[in-house]
Structures are given as C-alpha cells and as structure tokens.
C-alpha cells in the first residue's frame, strides 16, 4: 500500500518518533561529511501553488544529498494552472516520478490529489496542517532538551494550520497543548475533541505559564493576507515577547516556523532572545525532511 504523509494521523506515535530520531543521525552524518544517497535515481515532483523557502530548499537540497532529484514545478508552468484535473495530474507524475510533495491552499486539493496517486504524496503546507513542520520542530526540542513526551506546549495566535498541526502532534507524541487564541480566531473544534492533549485556555499568559516549549506563527498566514489590518486589532495581546516568555519555565523554548513578521506575532527581540531556536528550527527542516524522504521513497 502507497503510504502517504498529509497529517501526522497518518504515521504511528512509534513511525513519528523513529522519523525524529532519524532526521538527528541524518544531520550528524552530513557534519561528519559522510555520504549517504539511498534515493539514487529517484525523484521529487515539489508541487508549489504559494510561496516557499524553507520548504522548497530542505525537499530540493535533501533530494540531492540523498543522491536523488527534485523537480520544481509552479501552477504557472504546468498545466495544473490552466486547468487540467488535479486527478489527470496525480496519475500522470506518479508514472514518473517516485514522490510527490505539493503545497495548495485547500487541503482538499493534497487529499484528492494523494486518492489518485499510486506514489507517496507529502502535504507541504494547506490551509489545514504543516506536518512537516511539526517533524523539525519535534527534532529541535529533543535536540535541546530530550523527549517532548509530557511535557507542556503552549501555542499563541492564529488557531489555523500549525496550531491544527500542534494538536495532532500533541496527540501523537504524548505532550501537553495549551491553546490561547482571540476569539473567532480558534482551532477547529472537531480538530480539538479528537484529543484530550490539547486545550483552549483564556489568556496567553495561562498559556504559557510553565511552559517547556512556545509556539506562535504570524497572524495573516498564506490566503489571509486581504484581513492583515482587521486582524492586527484583534490579535493585539497576543504577541509573544521576552516578557511573556517569563511566565515559561526558566528554560523553556521558543518556536516559531518563520517567515516572521516582527512587532505583530513576535516582538522585535524575541527571535534573537536566548530562549529562540527559530534558526536550530528552520535548520532543521532539511535533515527532518529526508528522514521523511527516506521512509517514504527508500522503503517502498
Ligand atoms: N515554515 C515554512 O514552511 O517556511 P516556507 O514557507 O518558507 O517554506
């Protein structure tokens, strides 16, 4: 059976972790400069309908370094952008390719296009989930502090794909979620009553009060950008700062998978406070990304 990775619902807690512990011996293994290419002569189809950087080059350079290719295609140069069916897409690339990773808006777009594809298909970003994210940052903080197994997460902002993605992750790796988001700003209760991990708490300093890990993303993500003034008024409070991380645990963490927009999401200090991994984080999207790479295309 073709396996596919469009939510963390779709690996075991065991798969998850083992994909963590993976991306760590893959990043040591490219410090040592050892060579490791299990994928030789297979190939990435990198769907992008929007914007990109960390994800395109982690997919693109860990191709590569894993001794395989990566081929970037835009609805703008393919005939996905004049129309042609998202079902004709998926069966024609995977008679060529040997994975297909896409980013769209609709998380409906990755479902369909993974019920007609006979290859591994990888959501890398909708509007729903960013598990590809979550690999990496699960990664940094076993890094920095071991397990994430129950320990306590809080995620501030907008209740939309990486606060969706916190709860499955919640879920699966076994922490703790604390959820402080403005009203008619919150995660998809259905999302939420899969789990009993993760909760909606009134304030983000209730939030984030002892807090192991901090999590925010920006306020208008990809598709929201036409509400960036009404929603900087109602996401006024809701700014992770060094003063709002002193309600965390002294040694706790902050996330956040950038792009950042400062003085919104995040204060003008925070992502250069001692207490950011933001750089450790997106780093680590690469050596996350090939572990998936490998599990998803070298064990077939
Ligand atoms: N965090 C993240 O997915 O970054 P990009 O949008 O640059 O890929």
Not at 74 to 96: C, F, K, N, W, Y
Not at 143 to 169: H, L, P, Q, T
Not at 225 to 231: G, M
Request: aromatic letters at 6%; glycine letters at 8%; charged letters at 25%.
């Amino acid at each position: 059976m073709t396996r596919h990775f469009l939510s963390l619902l779709d690996c075991t807690p065991e798969e998850l972790n083992a994909l963590v512990g993976r991306g760590i011996e893959l990043k040591q293994l490219r410090a040592a400069g050892k060579e490791h290419a299990p994928l030789k002569h297979k190939t990435l189809a990198m769907v992008f309908g929007m914007s990109s950087t960390r994800t395109r080059v982690a997919f693109e350079a860990g191709m590569q370094q894993l001794g395989g290719h990566a081929i970037f295609l835009s609805p703008h140069d393919t005939q996905l952008g004049r129309g042609e069916p998202i079902a004709d897409t998926a069966r024609v690339l995977s008679g060529m390719v040997d994975a297909v990773m896409l980013r769209t808006l609709d998380h409906a777009d990755v479902e369909e296009f993974a019920s007609y594809a006979s290859v591994p298909v990888i959501n890398a970003m909708t509007d729903r989930f960013h598990p590809c994210q979550l690999l990496a940052d699960v990664q940094t903080f076993v890094e920095c502090r071991g397990s994430i197994e129950g320990k306590k997460v809080a995620f501030v902002g907008d209740g939309y794909n990486m606060c969706n993605s916190y709860i499955n992750a919640a879920r699966q790796f076994g922490f703790e979620l604390k959820i402080a988001c403005p009203e008619g700003f919150t995660p998809d209760p259905a999302l939420l009553a899969t789990t009993n991990a993760a909760t909606l708490v009134e304030s983000p300093q209730e939030a984030v009060e002892n807090a192991d890990l901090v999590v925010t993303d920006v306020w208008s993500s990809m598709g929201h950008e036409a509400e960036q003034k009404e929603r900087l008024e109602k996401f006024a409070g809701y700014q992770v700062s060094p003063d709002l991380m002193n309600h965390a645990k002294r040694d706790g963490l902050f996330m956040h998978c950038l792009p950042a927009h400062r003085g919104e999401e995040v204060s003008h200090d925070m992502l250069e406070d001692p207490r950011s991994v933001v750089w450790q984080e997106a780093g680590n999207r690469l050596h996350s990304q090939k572990a998936l790479l490998e599990f998803l295309i070298a064990a077939r």
